[in-house]
């Protein structure tokens, strides 16, 4: 874990904790299932916070208004500004700035759409309230299956190691894409036929601890495909 990472967990607890409708997704929900299963055996770090909006669609100002109310204490050290507005596909851009400097320290990407459901998941004693697992196999299964693979070679880690932490719900899934038109499964054309041009895609991925990283490439897809 690193000092950074620990940093956006302290965020999302005082996003959380301020009831704010905010759900978190991504590596750092991710991270934390994980945890609870107690995984070890492979690590991603992530730079980034992802989240949705949930609820009737706010101003931008509203949004950042929202997340400096929720840092609570951190609003001393810390303050957020909106660097990039929201739209049908395309979701908001916010950054957390230091105080005195201006220094960019957090960026963060969220979304307003709807979720199928959240749960509250812990970092040490901090409540994190975060999307549901299926959710997020769902986004990453969706860009695995397309030509988005090569962009996002990080979510076949996430894939292999939720894969081994949790029960796929395959109905959830589709479901999940029948209610988000703009997310669907595609055929894995790319995957199959391009295996080569992944590989090296993955193979220029940072900050990836794994003890059995030589083999977790070949054998990714068998964790859960067979569920498809």
Same mark, same amino acid.
């Given at each position: +874990?690193?000092? *950074?990472?620990?940093?956006?967990? &302290?965020?999302l607890?005082?996003?959380?904790?301020?009831?704010?409708?905010?759900?978190? $997704?991504?590596?750092?929900? !991710?991270?934390?299932?994980?945890?609870?299963?107690?995984?070890?055996?492979?690590?991603?770090?992530t $730079? =980034?916070?992802?989240?949705?909006?949930?609820?009737?669609?706010?101003? +931008?100002?509203?949004?950042?208004?929202?997340?400096?109310?929720?840092?609570?204490?951190l #609003? #001393?050290?810390?303050?957020?500004?909106?660097?990039?507005?929201?739209?049908?596909?395309?979701?908001?851009?916010?950054s957390?700035?230091?105080? *005195? /400097?201006?220094?960019?320290?957090?960026?963060?990407?969220?979304?307003?759409?709807?979720?199928?459901?959240?749960?509250?998941?812990?970092?040490?004693? /901090?409540?994190?309230?975060?999307?549901?697992?299926?959710?997020?196999?769902?986004?990453?299964?969706?860009?695995?299956? $397309?030509?988005?693979?090569?962009?996002?070679?990080?979510?076949?880690? =996430?894939?292999?190691?939720?894969?081994?932490?949790?029960?796929? &719900? !395959?109905?959830?899934?589709?479901?999940?894409?029948?209610?988000?038109?703009?997310?669907?499964?595609g055929?894995?054309?790319?995957?199959?036929?391009?295996? &080569?041009?992944?590989?090296?895609?993955?193979?220029?991925?940072?900050?990836?601890?794994?003890?059995?990283?030589?083999? +977790?490439? /070949? *054998?990714?897809?068998?964790?859960?495909?067979?569920?498809?």
């Amino acid at each position: +874990m690193t000092a *950074h990472e620990k940093l956006m967990y &302290q965020v999302l607890g005082r996003i959380s904790e301020a009831d704010t409708p905010i759900v978190f $997704k991504g590596a750092l929900i !991710t991270k934390l299932i994980l945890a609870e299963s107690s995984y070890t055996a492979l690590q991603r770090q992530t $730079k =980034d916070i992802d989240a949705n909006w949930i609820g009737s669609p706010p101003s +931008m100002s509203a949004l950042v208004e929202t997340i400096n109310a929720s840092l609570g204490d951190l #609003r #001393r050290q810390f303050y957020a500004v909106a660097f990039r507005e929201y739209e049908e596909k395309k979701s908001a851009g916010i950054s957390i700035l230091r105080n *005195h /400097t201006d220094d960019e320290v957090i960026l963060m990407d969220i979304s307003v759409k709807p979720v199928i459901g959240s749960r509250i998941y812990h970092y040490g004693e /901090t409540e994190i309230r975060g999307v549901l697992a299926n959710e997020i196999l769902a986004d990453k299964i969706s860009v695995l299956s $397309k030509r988005l693979i090569f962009r996002r070679a990080k979510d076949i880690v =996430d894939v292999y190691a939720l894969a081994h932490c949790v029960k796929i &719900q !395959t109905q959830e899934i589709f479901d999940i894409y029948k209610n988000n038109p703009g997310r669907e499964v595609g055929t894995f054309d790319e995957f199959y036929s391009r295996r &080569q041009d992944v590989e090296h895609a993955y193979n220029k991925l940072a900050g990836i601890e794994a003890s059995h990283i030589s083999r +977790m490439f /070949t *054998h990714t897809f068998r964790s859960f495909l067979v569920h498809l």
